[in-house]
């Protein structure tokens, strides 16, 4: 059976991106179907019944839902080159707590970085940074997340990367200062194709928060 | 090296039940630690330092946390016996999907059945009623959710039935006339003895959620 792999998804989303390099990473040629959020598509609404969210990996016709269980999938189904977990099953669990952390905290202090305003946004910027130091303790002195090798916790993390100047400029602080060496392993993850090719760029990133805070009444 | 197995839990967690089972679907011996999570040992602290949350599966002096993780490490530690998710990559990807469902969309729920008054429990009951639906129409007519054998979501969602009396008594409704097949398939789960062996008396369930009516002030 041919492979045929569609891939709905919404450029800034963080979560599609980890697919998007998961993907790449195996050399899977995909399909990349754009989603309307505000009108979501027939196919979209039919793959993913339950949460009716991006990114939906579409294998052959069947849906995979939620972006680490594709990332798992494809590490699974594509197993021949460029192994996206470790082989271990304690570090396998490691990788599985970290990418669960960041799916349990990140999004939500991310968003109350630049989508609130006076103390709520001090508190979230306060959480956030926490978040990032506590990432970049775990990183240590690695060059990734697993060891020497890129996977699946970079994966888990790296799409927030390109929403970085668009927290530094509306919550007005360097996450550099904060967190040297996790800027340093996010220009590291950079140097791979699998990653600079599904990053969006930054300014146009930047431009999409000043969109979403306009029309959240942010501003 | 011997194998030293701890779990640190507090007895009515579901989460913490699932780990008890996948432990004895794997007849792997363990030293149960009963938690006060009012005042947490050292040992859950110095374990769970980020989450600071039971249930911690401690594998030979190393932590395992967050109970589908541990669920997953279990299977692949002990991969010789009983196998707990299915072999294929979709399979797979579906198991996870929906004890993913579960953790993101149960456990707020379940908690607004009991922890709740009037408009908030009403609203909270009528989506608890539709998970429970869902998870239903996934179920279908097989014996368990992943088909013939007992495996990852039986373990995901087994532990809730046991909160179950308790919803009824205070949501005043019946799950067994809402889901009736949920209910027989519970049934079946509780004839494993590690479900059986796992899973606390409802009735004494039922008189912790009526303790914590009366310390959250529903009563």
């Known amino acids: 059976m041919a492979n045929e792999v569609i891939l709905l998804d919404f450029w800034p989303s963080m979560f599609g991106m980890r697919t998007r390099i998961a993907l790449r990473e195996k050399g899977v040629d995909f399909e990349y179907r754009e989603e309307n959020l505000r009108d979501k598509s027939p196919l979209l609404l039919q793959m993913n019944p339950v949460h ?10 069947k849906p995979v839902c939620e972006s680490s269980i594709q990332v798992q999938y494809i590490d699974e189904s594509w197993s021949h080159k460029n192994p996206i ?14 990418v669960d952390f960041i799916d349990k905290k990140m999004y939500e202090a991310q968003r109350k970085v630049w989508a609130s305003k006076g103390e709520e946004q001090e508190t979230g910027k306060k959480e956030f940074i926490e978040l990032l130091k506590i990432l970049e303790s775990e990183l240590g002195d690695k060059p990734y997340f697993g060891g020497d090798d890129f996977g699946y916790v970079d994966i888990g993390l790296i799409g927030f990367y390109t929403w970085f100047p668009g927290y530094e400029k509306y919550g007005n602080f360097s ?45």
Chains 1, 2 share one sequence.
């Not at 009716?52 to 016709?61: Q, S, T």
């Not at 977990?85 to 970290?98: G, I, K, M, T, V």
Request: one cysteine or more.
């Open 52 to 61: 009716k969210k991006i990114p939906v990996l579409i294998h052959n016709g």
């Open 85 to 98: 977990l470790p082989s271990d099953p304690y570090q396998r669990a490691q990788a599985r707590f970290w």
């Open 175 to 219: 996450i550099e200062a904060e967190c040297p060496k996790l800027i340093a392993w996010a220009k590291r993850c950079m140097q791979r194709e699998s990653v600079a090719k599904s990053l969006p760029d930054s300014e146009k990133v930047t431009q999409f928060i000043a969109d979403l805070r306009k029309a959240f009444g942010v501003e």
